[in-house]
């Protein structure tokens, strides 16, 4: 054999073997991509010595030779893996900024769209109110009608541009990084009682009922005063739309993770009829207002407006580490929403 005809061989079987690794890594690659990115040297190396092998071979070199050759050719298989494992690790990298990037792209986008819905709602709001208080100020100034209305009138427009102001003040305390909740040991039953006895009179002038259940006492460390809002916006939500004649059900219970960790439980449960399951994921957003088959809200009461008093609670359970959810309730146990707060407990020191 001549040495074109060796360069052909090496070539054909270096091109064979390639070929076949190729499309194994392509097959690897679809379900782990870092150990396609570092067995892919090996494929080359392996082409090449393939290649290199036969081609000694078919020129009849000794086996002595050829083991020499092929020895040599296996000895770069470790530099070949070596550098195998500093592409799949920067691949990785990679890889990880890229999404890292892209994810905080999307999360300012979104934060941004939410900005600009939140001023809009809020700008909407506080609109009603104010040019209710000039209507009644002008109408006050020309003399036209009774001032022991209009006055009364005037600080309750008041009032709830008060409560508009208030939310937003306190969601934004609750969205910078700087806040944390100041912990103190708390009897939850006890701020359940307090929150309810605070919304009763909201509940009397509705006709709704509240019913409330410990499962068992718990004392961990909490913010009072945030969760104390977090329970009297969630009383308010589930009273306002709730028809007369219903009920609100809150209850507190104390439940085990896997690992043995403890979580407060705190539910409250109305008869507002329901939400679409499409607006669910939608409850907790500042200025959102389902159009799906809740009873439409009563009231001028603390909180209401904007739409803020929901993002407040989900606020107040991300700054204790929990979390804030609501589902749907069926019937026979009723047709209304559940919502659900859950605080990890901490130990009172």
Not at 121 to 147: F, I, K, M, N, Q
Not at 224 to 239: D, F, K, S, T, Y
């Amino acid at each position: 054999m001549n040495d074109l005809e060796g360069v052909l061989l090496s070539v054909s079987v270096a091109a064979a073997v390639g070929a076949v690794g190729a499309v194994a890594l392509f097959a690897l690659a679809r379900r782990r991509v870092a150990l396609a990115a570092t067995l892919a040297p090996l494929v080359v190396v392996g082409s090449v010595a393939a290649g290199v092998y036969a081609s000694a071979q078919a020129m009849f070199l000794s086996d002595a030779d050829s083991t020499t050759v092929l020895l040599l050719l296996l000895a770069t298989v470790p530099v070949a893996l070596a550098v195998g494992l500093v592409l799949t690790a920067r691949i990785r990298a990679v890889t990880a900024a890229a999404a890292a990037e892209k994810a905080a792209r999307e999360r300012d986008r979104e934060i941004e769209v939410r900005r600009r819905e939140l001023v809009s709602w809020v700008s909407h709001d506080l609109r009603t109110p104010l040019a209710a208080v000039r209507a009644l100020a002008e109408a006050l100034e020309d003399g036209v009608g009774p001032v022991d209305e209009h006055v009364p009138r005037i600080l309750a427009e008041n009032r709830r541009m008060a409560a508009m102001v208030d939310d937003l003040l306190t969601l934004s305390r609750l969205q910078s990084p700087a806040t944390t909740p100041r912990r103190e040991p708390v009897a939850v039953a006890d701020l359940a009682s307090d929150a309810i006895a605070g919304a009763q009179p909201l509940a009397d002038a509705g006709g709704v009922t509240l019913t409330w259940d410990v499962a068992e006492p718990v004392v961990t460390a909490l913010d009072a005063q945030q969760v104390g809002r977090a329970l009297e916006n969630l009383l308010v939500n589930a009273i306002r739309h709730t028809p007369p004649g219903g009920t609100v059900r809150v209850a507190v219970a104390s439940e085990a993770d896997p690992g043995g960790a403890r979580t407060v439980v705190i539910g409250v449960e109305d008869e507002c009829g329901g939400i679409p399951e499409a607006d669910l994921g939608r409850v907790f957003e500042a200025g959102w207002r389902s159009s799906g088959a809740r009873t439409p809200e009563r009231g001028d009461s603390p909180g209401s407006g904007a739409g803020l008093g929901l993002s407040i609670v989900r606020g107040v359970a991300e700054a204790h580490g929990g979390t804030a959810s609501v589902t749907n309730v069926p019937p026979p146990t009723g047709e209304g929403c559940r919502f659900t707060l859950r605080l990890p407990t901490t130990s009172p020191k």
